[in-house]
């Protein structure tokens, strides 16, 4: 009889948890309050650095500072930790020095096999992009251009997410936690996110089909369509300066 | 086989039945009864034993020996008198109906035991083997191997084989597809007449016309052999080519390897204690054809006495010529004996069976139709050079070849040892010039003479390695001093590499110079690739060598599992949208495939077909018009897009190809009763301006105004036109208080006049804008219902002829870029647009359309066409404060130094274009 009653409790425990599970979304349901001297970080969390993976006990852990100053840590599915590491590479580059060569050191250290095509022109200037063969569990299409000229500066990159009922939000708040984004730009199409960064724009785009025909790099079939794209890149026009 | 196997007997009966000991003796060479000549394009599918393109005879016997010797398969064999191949291992072939499966090796090893390891072609299986077989009808089997020709064949119907072995167990049945089996008509033959037709008159009339120009302006001929055979020039080793006739004033603008074959002579000048010097234009050799920064065309100039005459091919090694045109040899069609040649106007030679070919016009006896073939020049050597000398001179006429055997006639001729040798002698080098030397070298002269080869492809090499240009030779180059500044090129070469010390030294690292493209790469150009289902049991459609593809990437790994084995696939979209699977190994980056030959003209390409990239191939709705033979008529789609063109063949002919909108043609034959109908439309025969007979759908021709043409030069002056169709209102120019008043724009309530100003501040003043912003009203129609009204901005348009230089490249909030070079020299970026099909390379008229305005879907600006453009030798006068899109003073960089202002030109030319 008594075993009667511990099956139900067990099944109505799991569906509890579930139900608070699909509630907060997938990533931010770990979310646990920690001494920062709990984790065994592999890299002291970098004071510019608004987040940090740390890989332990073979859990990918998003680890950061809230407004109080309390250290949380998040845990991330395999491809969600892909967008992460993904997103604070790509915060390296706007507005500081890095460039070409240390977006192909970044892209071997995650294990990628970079291809770097380099296109001279004479009057216009060089283009050199970068594209790894291979990706990481849950992205593809990384894409990076540079500017072929000494400085090597970035002009592009970007990277897709699977599509899903909420990809676009959950992309959204992996990015801006990830980079520690403020709030995004007004006055965007709704199938976007658009953040300014000192000089560089970060995007996230639910991708139409409209978006995919004619991509001059990547394949599309129309069972893409609601994948997200996820881009930084120069701020070519300032459109968020003006018409709000 | 039964068939096949009588073939052979026969031949070889025949052969010997029909021989004299005389023939056999004296080494003549005649187109005997029985044997088979390669048909030219049109018979693809006219011939019924597809895998023996490569089956031809050798009418050279060795000298007292009472056998015949015929080529298979690039590989030569013996035919004695008894009927039996004495090739060990060569009897007969089985029927086309076995194929290897997947993953058997083809050995290249003749005996079958594999010593050597050499294989030709791993993972086979797409295409049909014919299997060796003993006199008996046994396979020959050796070792548990089965030998086997492998025949692979293309779209356009050229076949490539492969002699091998394989091992018993990967061979399995197979039916061959019917449409490799078909029987050869008289219709057919029209074709072959119509095709060369439309081909060989257009080579014909490019050197007769540069040989009569320029004996017009120069009483002598500049190269003594000038008029004998123009097509069969070659030049020196190590010959330099500089982009003006003065090596004085001359870049070096090409080197070349030995054996560089000449297309043509354009022009003569002569330089003052220096000689004169040759304006060519030349085909590059195969010993360069790995090398993709070599221009397979060039134009340039050399000093007469760099050419040499190759009268006779022996002094020529196999593999030096090599001509990509026309290279479709498939199949064999029966010749009558006593046929005689009736004229003879190419020579084509290919490295994948070492061999080369005439195209010659044969009469055959007793048939009312002429047939053209393509005859293996060492087999018909003597006839072709009695032809040569005995015809060319008066093309038009037909050789009098009695109808009786020609055999006598050729064995005056001799054995090989009367074939000349080619006279390495270099031409007379003094030339006689009646124009002025002053006018000769004038800029103007210079200019029309340099500016007229332009609209060839051949600047693609040069820009595709533009540091690489040399520095100006001190003196003439003489053979020494060509040495000299050999050397010194390679230094300078050095420097070049040295400007990629941003390469990033990892072997991890796969870096390649040029645009990021992938491409199918085969093993041979010609071969075609059969891209698969998702299960890789059933072909979807196949590609061509080189045609350009994007690959899909999967959220993790690409590796498939297919049955016990785990492959390497990828999923891939070619440009039609067509989605397929294949291996790996087969794509690759488009300047890391060395077996893609460059792009080359058209035939007799004067513009139209090559240059034919609008962004949307769509052929709208048919117009309707009443066309007679020989009638003049426009192409004309409702939209403006391309106009899909087929070959005699019916074979949809590759995008650049395609016919845009206002093209004229000449209306050839329009009862095409049994011909296809692709898409459901009725086709015409037509000429284009080229000369080509092409198949297009006769709804898409008018004999009147065509509204959709791309308006040319659009009565603009200078051969400019507004890039944006429809007038942006001034919206680039300060004091314009309002540029837009339409409807559409009013929800922008925070819309700024100017901030789409060249040079205005952006990121709080960081930084300065590059270019003129073109905006554009929503609203405007749309090409298909892809485009979204909320993000369509209208369609734009070269400016000016040019040619486009860089492709779709990412730019901003999701749109493109393109950048295309124009005749003006001005570079111009056409940004925030969709990437669309432009590819790069292809040459752009003004008014073209080339795309279509995308809205970034940001703030309150309208669509607009984003428009920088650069010039070489001008500089901002802001220079040091404007810094294009980049940062001020961030190592003080700019986006180009060559970045200039066009506001009040722009604003001229929107003037001019819209009339307001």
Known sequence: MKKSYILPLILIALSLLLFLHSKNGSIFSKEKIANKNSFEVSKPIDSNSPSKLVIKDNKRLLVRENEKGQVVQTELSEDEASVVQLAQIFKSYAGTQRNEKDFITDLLSLGLKPVVARDRQEVIEDLTIIRPENTLPGVRYIHGQFDGDETQELQHISFEIKKGPNALEQGKKLVSESMGLGEPVKNVDPKMVLYKMDGYVVWLKELSWEDMMGDPFNAYSKEDVGNVRIAIERDIHDHSDHGS | MAMIITFFVGLSHSAVAEQDSSTLASSSCLVEKGYRLYPSRASTKATKNVGRKDLRVQCLGAPGENR????????????????????????YISEEKYRVKEDFVLWADAMGEGKKGAFYNSGIGREFIQVFQTAEGQPIIQNGRAQVMLNQRNRRGKFVTYNGWVSVEGIQEFQVPSSHIKSLKENDVDSVMEDIKAFSPLLHSKFTQAHQTLKKSYKQSPISQIGSNPQIYILKENTQVFDRPSALSGKVIAELEAYQRLDGFLDVRCVPNHGCMTQIQLDSSPLLKNDKNVSKKIVGWIQNEKTVSLSARSKIPNDTLAMSFGSEFDGVVQVSKGSEIVDLNLEICLSEVNSCFHRVLLREVGKAKDLVAWILVDDFRDPVQKFIAANLSAKSERAPIAQEDPRPKAATKGSESEVKPAPQTSPTTEKVSKAPLSDLLSDEAMGKALQEPSSLPEEKGIQRRPRRVKAEPAEQPTEESTEDADIADEEESNVGEGLEE?????????????????????????????????????????????????????????????????????????????????????????????????????EGNTGSEEESPSTETDQGEPQRSKLEIDQKATVCTSTGGDLSVYNLHFEKLEQKYFLSSGDQVTVKDNLLKDKPKPNGYKYIQIQDKSGNLRYVAKDFLTTSKCASAIPVDAGVSGGYIFPTTVSTGYSYISNNSRPYRLSSLTRFSGYRNNWGLYGARRSGGGRAHAATDLYQPFGLTRPSSNYSSKYFGGAFRAMKDGKVVREATYFYLGTSYIVVHHADDVVSRYGEIYPGTIYRSKNVRAGQTLGYIKWVGVGAVPPMLHFENYKPGDRDVRRGVLSGSKRINRRNSQRSKHLFDRTSFMKSLERKTFGK
């Open chain 2, 68 to 91: 015949q010797m015929i080529a298979f398969a690039g590989k030569k064999y013996f035919i004695d008198s008894s009927g039996v191949i004495s090739q060990r291992g060569f009897t």
């Open chain 2, 502 to 602: 941003g390469r990033y030294d990892d072997d991890r690292v796969v870096e390649v110079s040029g645009a990021f493209q992938n491409v199918v790469c085969l093993s041979l150009d010609g071969n075609t690739l059969n891209v698969k289902d998702e299960s890789f049991n059933n072909v979807l459609f196949t590609l061509n060598n080189g045609e350009k593809i994007k690959v899909f990437q999967s959220f993790g790994s690409n590796q498939k599992k297919l049955g016990r084995k785990t492959y390497d696939v990828i999923k891939i979209q070619d440009t039609n949208a067509n989605i397929g699977w294949v291996s790996k190994e087969f794509i690759s980056l488009e300047s890391e495939c060395n077996s893609i030959e460059s792009e080359r003209p058209a």
